[in-house]
């Protein structure tokens, strides 16, 4: 299992707005470790959507937002849309670990 | 444009061998860090080994440590996996990601991914 623990699923109808969490710890997110958020379309390959905390790649369209506060972060999707049904994962780094670290993932639904 | 395309993927046994590669093409390959990253069928995204640029430091992920290495061929622009004494767990597709630094790095872009397949 993860540091960093998503909410396997959230769900909405379009044109609504969810948001997922990613909980960490102080070794972690509370360490002032920055959260960077992937969206894996089904069949596809990853693709960063936010950087340090709250920064857009450009492409990525702006109701996608990310913020970060104590040993958490959040991503939100604002006017979900049919094409945002995805998996997505929060990334950061644990000072135990080596490496890199990404969340549990969360399976976002259009329902 | 920055492409990854990775190869090497396939059936293998348990205990047995594999070398994945990545194609890099569209920036200076030799300055960036690489990595692999892998996600297992049913489950999440899964860090698993880094190297730098030109000085070839490693780090892997635990549950690889010992029988996966990370290389690469600077000249040829291409990264390597090679994974000796594979288990069923390794099933997963691999991706080999360009890092771009952060506190921490973070991974942009990723190739297609390779499928790798550990059954007897």
């Known amino acids: 299992q993860s540091v960093l623990t998503q909410p396997p699923s959230v769900s909405g109808a379009p044109g609504q707005r969810v948001t997922i969490s990613c909980t960490g710890s102080?070794?972690?997110?509370?360490?002032?470790?920055?959260v960077h958020w992937y969206q894996q379309v089904p069949g596809r390959a990853p693709k960063l959507l936010i950087f340090?905390?709250?920064n857009r790649p450009s492409g990525v369209p702006d109701r996608f937002s990310g913020s970060k506060s104590g040993t958490s972060a959040s991503l939100a999707i604002t006017g979900l849309q049919a094409e945002d049904e995805a998996d997505y994962y929060c990334?950061?780094?644990?000072?135990?670990?080596?490496?890199?670290?990404f969340g549990t993932g969360t399976k976002v639904t259009v329902l | 444009e920055v492409q990854l395309l990775e190869s090497g993927g396939g059936l293998v046994q348990p205990g047995g061998s594999l070398r994945l590669s990545c194609a890099a093409s569209?920036?200076?390959?030799?300055?960036?860090?690489m990595n692999w990253v892998r996600r297992a069928p049913g489950k999440g995204l899964e860090w698993v080994s880094y190297?730098?640029?030109?000085?070839?430091?490693?780090k892997y992920a635990d549950s690889v440590k010992g029988r996966f290495t990370i290389s690469r061929d600077n000249s040829k622009k291409t990264l390597f996996l090679q994974m000796n004494n594979v288990r069923v767990e390794d099933t997963a597709i691999y991706y080999c990601?360009?890092?771009?630094?952060?506190?921490?790095?973070?991974?942009?872009?990723w190739g297609q991914g390779t499928l790798v397949t550990v059954s007897a």
């Open positions: 569209g920036f200076a390959f030799s300055n960036y860090a």
């Open positions: 990334q950061s780094k644990d000072s135990s670990l080596s490496g890199s670290v």
């Open positions: 102080s070794s972690n997110i509370g360490a002032g470790y920055d």
């Open positions: 340090t905390n709250n």
């Open positions: 190297i730098t640029g030109s000085d070839g430091d490693t």
């Open positions: 990601a360009k890092t771009v630094y952060g506190t921490p790095n973070w991974f942009d872009p």
